[in-house]
Structures are given as C-alpha cells and as structure tokens.
C-alpha cells in the first residue's frame, strides 16, 4: 500500500524574512513558524533596529538557519554572502516594515544587509507596513508606499486598530497567519492581485485640473503658445486619480496619454479652457490650475495667412487680455471649489506668488520657479513651494510623479484643514 503525502504549499520555496525595528517585531517569530509550517525554508535578515525588539537566536532556532545581520560581517558573508543570499530568494517578504525601511526600499539605498539583498534580488518583494497611525498617514511614507507599488512592490496592509503607543488607526502589521496566507497566494496565483491595494483616502472627491498651454490662433497657421508640455498637470491628475479621486482633466494641447480612471476635457484657447472650467468646477470639491494660460489673444485673427511685407521690417499685433479662468472660479458666489493656482515666475519667486495668491482670491498657490534649468516648463523634475494665507510648505526638487504625489496630499489636507474651521 503507497501513502501519499500532500505537498505544503510552499514546499520547495525559499523565503527570505526581513524584519525591521518596531514593535511588531515580536510577531515576526511567529511568522517564521507559519511559514515554515507551510513547507517554505526560511531565512532571516534583522536589521540593527530590529534586532534591539527581537534576538537573532530566536530567530535562528525557529528557522533552522543562521540570522543575517550585518553586511560587513566577515563569517557570515563566507557562509552565505548578501549577493548569494539574494539569488537563494523566491520571495522576500519585509515584516514589519517600518516607515524607515519603506523609504529606503523606496529610494533604492543599500545601507545595510536587508536593503543591499532586496536591491541585489531578482525575487518578487511584498512589505507589511507597521507603525505608528500618524507616521502611516504622513505624506512621505505615502509617496514612498506609492513609489513601491510602481515598482510592482506587493504592499500587504496595514491594518487597522489599536496600536502599541495607545493611538487607533491603520499602522498595525497584519497578523502572521494573514501574511503567510498572502505569500502562499503570491505562489499560487502568481498574480499582483492578491497584494491588498494601496488605501483609497480620497474615494468621494472631486478634483479639476487644468494642464498644459493654451493656444491662441493669430492666423489660420501661427498662434501664441508656451512651452508647458503638459506633464505637471497630468502627474497631478494621475496621482489624485490613484489615491481614488474622481479626476477631470481639462487640458490644452498636449502629447500625453489620458491618465487611467480620468475624464479628460481638450480644448485649445484660453476662452474654451475657461468655458470648460465653468462648466465643471462647481461640482468639484478642488479646482487646481496648473495649465499655462495664455494672458494675451490675438484681438482679431486674422482669416487669412498673414503676408510678409517687402517693404516693412517691423509687424505689430493688437492683443487684448484672455479672461483669468483661475480668478473666475475663486470668485464663484455658489459652490466654488477649495482653489489652488500656480505661479510660474523666473524672479522674486515669493513675493510675486504671494500677490497672486491674495490678488485672485485663492487658497493656495504652488510657486514655481521657471528660471532654474532642468525644472519648470517641459521638464521631467520640477520643485514647488506652496503658499496659503498662514501657511507655506517646500517640496524638494524631484520627478513630477512623486512630486505630484506629494502635492496632492498637501492640498487635500490643506482643504480638508480648511473644512474643519
Ligand atoms: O506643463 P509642464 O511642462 O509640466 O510645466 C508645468 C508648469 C511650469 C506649466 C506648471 O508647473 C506651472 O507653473 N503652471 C502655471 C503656469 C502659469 O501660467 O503661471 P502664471 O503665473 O502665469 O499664472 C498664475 C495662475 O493663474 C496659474 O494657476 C494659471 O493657470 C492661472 N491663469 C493664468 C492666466 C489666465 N488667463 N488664467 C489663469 O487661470
């Protein structure tokens, strides 16, 4: 008589555990044991942090192998090196996941053993976030847990509740048995699907935005424009879009595909982006006018090619002053939209950001300096300084999208701020 023994699902899987410093640390003991239950050989990096909640020989006992826990460890690096360590992975699995190893995952720093393997690795990565409700919540670990996820990074969790230090709220490292069922998932589906999606903090808003130039015809082939390409204004609906916003986009001519999930209005002269802008901005919560207005149209155009003269060195064109579409929705008598502009300017950057802010009656204003080289108009970094009437907030030179992100959590806290009172 042959018995058959069934298969654990994760026999013949090497999972590498990397635990960083927090007090879900604990739990990271038996998480080794869930897994190993489930048939996996299981390896186990603590960082220097993590080491201080939980011994390495706890760990060692548990997972039958050494604990990795330094990278200039001569011993351990001949045992079974950090690059051999990365290759031995078929998943790695941070938890917990603290804020601090989040952001230097996110940033691709190597600083020390965990960090050095997850870099080395070709291995799929999941992280389960733990900490603190508020440290959760902050914009930087936002845009870090997003910055993981565009790099297919598996997030699994936070959940929510009571927490270690007495606050309630989403931070808590979802139980042992829960993640081990994630990674038996991950092998059984091999889908990103089973990864818990990032939270959705702004399901229920509305935000407009306008982005790019517009275009102002002199004649049937000439027209004023500006060299706004377009990208900071579809970055912003992108990463609003992302975090669950309803997203419309009125946009003026631009090469950019639409951002998934947002409804896109084209236009091409300022008149048009400001009837859009009317038609929509009242059923939005925020409005954001990141588009390069032309200031100045054509007081006529021309219905003809404008000829070149043989005799005159000089041509005047008579323009007349484009409505401010910005200015129009601030002064909205009913249902005006929390309003924030943008000011691109190449001197006195504040103090002209400033005037526009009061002087078109606005919540904020993102001054934007122009003038600095590889920022600004048609460029794929950009760095910002937000300005409200008591307030101002500096986001560092970056690429668009994290900055992006980074904003649009600025302003719906600043309007969520604004709610309150
Ligand atoms: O599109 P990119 O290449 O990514 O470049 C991004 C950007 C530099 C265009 C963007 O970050 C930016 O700074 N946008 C505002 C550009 C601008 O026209 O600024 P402004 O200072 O001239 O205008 C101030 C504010 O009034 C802006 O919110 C503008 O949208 C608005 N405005 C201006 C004129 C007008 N007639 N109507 C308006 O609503």
Redesign the pocket.
């Known amino acids: 008589m042959t018995s058959v023994t069934p298969s654990l699902p994760l026999q013949g899987k090497n999972i590498l555990l990397g635990i960083s410093g927090g007090i879900a640390a604990y739990k990271a003991a038996d998480l080794v044991r869930r897994l190993k239950e489930r048939g996996a050989d299981v390896r186990v990096i603590l960082t220097p942090a993590a080491a201080e909640f939980i011994t390495p020989l706890t760990l060692q006992a548990l997972s039958g192998n050494p604990v990795g826990l330094s990278l200039l460890d001569p011993a351990a690096e001949a045992a079974m090196g950090h690059i051999e360590l990365a290759r031995w992975a078929d998943f790695i699995l941070v938890a917990p996941a603290s804020a601090d190893v989040i952001a230097r995952i996110a940033h691709g720093m190597a600083n020390d053993l965990l960090t050095t393997c997850i870099l080395a690795a070709d291995a799929p990565l999941a992280v389960a976030p733990a900490m603190n409700q508020q440290m959760y919540k902050n914009i930087a670990t936002q845009n870090n847990l997003a910055t993981l996820k565009s790099h297919n990074i598996y997030i699994y969790g936070p959940a929510a509740g009571d927490q270690a230090c007495g606050d309630v709220g989403m931070g808590r490292m979802l139980e042992p048995l829960q993640l081990a069922e994630l990674v038996v998932d991950f092998f059984k589906f091999h889908s990103k699907t089973i990864a818990l999606p990032l939270p959705k903090p702004l399901i229920g808003m509305k935000i407009a935005i306008?982005?790019?130039p517009t275009r102002e015809a002199i004649d049937p082939v000439r027209y004023i424009s500006n060299?706004?390409?377009?990208?900071?204004?579809y970055a912003l609906a992108t990463a609003a879009s992302a975090l669950g916003a309803q997203v419309t986009l009125i946009s003026g001519p631009v090469q950019l595909a639409t951002p998934e999930g947002v409804t896109r209005i084209d236009v091409t002269t300022?008149q048009d982006m400001l009837q859009a802008a009317l038609s929509v901005a009242s059923n939005h919560d925020i409005f954001i006018?990141?588009?390069?207005?032309?200031?100045y149209r054509m007081a006529e155009v021309a219905p003809q090619k404008l000829k070149k003269s043989a005799d005159k060195d000089q041509l005047t064109l008579q323009l007349v002053k484009?409505?401010?579409?910005?200015?129009t929705i601030a002064a909205l008598t009913s249902h005006r939209p929390f309003t924030v502009?943008?000011?691109?300017?190449t001197e006195q950057l504040a103090q002209y950001a400033q005037n526009?802010l009061t002087s078109?009656n606005l919540d904020l204003i993102?001054a934007?300096d122009?003038s600095a080289a590889g920022q600004?108009?048609?460029?794929e970094q950009?760095a910002i300084t937000v300005y409200g009437r008591h307030s101002e907030h500096s986001l560092v030179l970056q690429h668009?999208t994290t900055l992006a992100q980074a904003l649009i959590t600025l302003i719906v806290e600043q309007f969520q701020n604004e709610k309150k009172h």
Do not use: L, R, W, Y
């Not at 502009?341 to 300017?345: D, M, P």
């Open positions: 306008t982005a790019g060299h706004s390409s377009g990208k900071m204004g300022a006018g990141c588009a390069a207005v032309a200031d484009n409505p401010d579409i910005i200015a502009g943008f000011a691109a300017e526009k078109k993102c934007n122009v600004g108009f048609n460029s950009n668009k």
